[in-house]
Nanobody, 126 residues
Framework: QLQLVESGGGLVQPGGSLRLSCAPS????????IAWFRQAPGKVREGVAC????????NYAGTVKGRFTISRDYATNTVNLQMNSQTPEDTTVFYC???????????????????WGQGIRVTVSS
C-alpha cells in the first residue's frame, strides 16, 4: 500500500504564497500520476492540479490556473504544488492523490485516484 505524506501547509495572508510537497512511503513517484485535491467544510473535494508520470502533462482547475504550479522534483522524489496569489477560497485541506500508471501521458483532476494522503491544512487570512 502506497502512503503519501503532505507537508508545507500553514497560514498565509491573501496574495501570499505557500508550497506544498507530497512524499511517498515507497516507490518513486514517477511511476504514478499525481493530483492535488482540496476540500472545504460543507463542500465536495475538488481537484485543482495534476501531472502525469513523466511530468510532461499538467492540468489545472480554472479557479487556480495561472496561480498554482504542479511540478516533480526527482532529486527528492516529491511532487510539489506552488500556490501564489492565494485567496480565502484556498482555505481548505489539501490532499495529494496518486494512481499507478507508469509511462502514460495522461492525468485528470477528476477523482480517479486510489491512493490518498492524510491532508494538510492551508489557511489564507489577514
Amino acid at each position: 500500500q502506497l502512503q503519501l505524506v503532505e507537508s508545507g501547509g500553514g497560514l498565509v495572508q491573501p496574495g501570499g504564497s505557500l508550497r506544498l510537497s507530497c512524499a511517498p512511503s515507497k516507490d518513486t513517484l514517477n511511476l504514478y500520476r499525481i493530483a492535488w485535491f482540496r476540500q472545504a467544510p460543507g463542500k465536495v473535494r475538488e481537484g485543482v492540479a495534476c501531472t502525469d508520470s513523466s511530468g510532461g502533462i499538467r492540468n489545472y482547475a480554472g479557479t487556480v490556473k495561472g496561480r498554482f504550479t504542479i511540478s516533480r522534483d526527482y532529486a527528492t522524489n516529491t511532487v510539489n504544488l506552488q500556490m501564489n496569489s492565494q485567496t480565502p477560497e484556498d482555505t481548505t485541506v489539501f490532499y495529494c492523490n496518486a494512481k499507478w500508471n507508469p509511462g502514460s501521458p495522461f492525468c485528470t483532476i477528476l477523482p480517479r485516484y486510489n491512493y490518498w494522503g492524510q491532508g494538510i491544512r492551508v489557511t489564507v487570512s489577514s
